[in-house]
């Protein structure tokens, strides 16, 4: 386990090989960072799947108005939704994706992000300047490394909870 330095902004989510630990950047995209924890706090992750898992390139879960499995979610449309809260405006940074980096998933318009995120993979400097980057992975990569792949994949992995540190 990492140290978690601030507990309030550190993000624990439970899947199948363990938790992983992730710092939210604040200072650098806060309206992502609040909006995550808005969503984990109301118990909104729990239960959704990764819907679109790329090897080499990144995990992408959070729909949380269609990949909830264990609410009967539609899983032909995970990846369409997001939550009944308003669109996030884009919050581009010189941070760039690396390993481990969480970053927001959004439609064609930048501002379109919700509460769909992406871990990567690798390193996806070819994403940089065009996707929010709110997280990192502090602890637990190992366990993002072994999520089913496939887009979607024919049994999907899912986070089990996610809550913010502060509240565990």
């Known amino acids: 386990m990492a140290e978690i330095k601030d507990p309030e902004n550190t993000i624990l989510i439970e899947l199948k090989d ?5 710092e939210l950047l604040p200072d650098v995209a806060p309206q992502h960072a609040a909006r995550m924890k808005e969503l984990a ?4 992750y729990d239960g959704v799947v990764f819907h679109r898992v790329i090897d080499g390139f ?3 879960t959070g729909d ?16 369409t939704g997001g939550s009944d809260l308003p669109d996030l405006p884009a919050e581009f940074s010189k941070l760039p994706h690396d390993r481990g980096t969480l970053g927001a998933a959004r439609s064609q318009n930048p501002n379109s992000a919700n509460s769909q995120f992406f871990i ?20 637990g990569m190992e366990h993002v490394d072994k999520i089913v792949r496939g887009e979607p994949p024919a049994n999907p992995d899912k986070m089990i909870s996610v809550k913010v540190a502060a509240d565990a």
């Open 18 to 22: 363990g938790t992983v630990t992730i």
């Open 41 to 44: 706090r109301a118990g909104k």
């Open 58 to 60: 990144m995990a992408q």
């Open 64 to 79: 949380v108005e269609h990949g909830n499995v264990d609410a009967g979610g539609d899983l032909r449309r995970a990846g």
């Open 120 to 139: 990567n993979f690798g390193d996806n400097h070819f994403l940089n300047g065009q996707y929010t980057v709110y997280g990192r992975v502090i602890s």
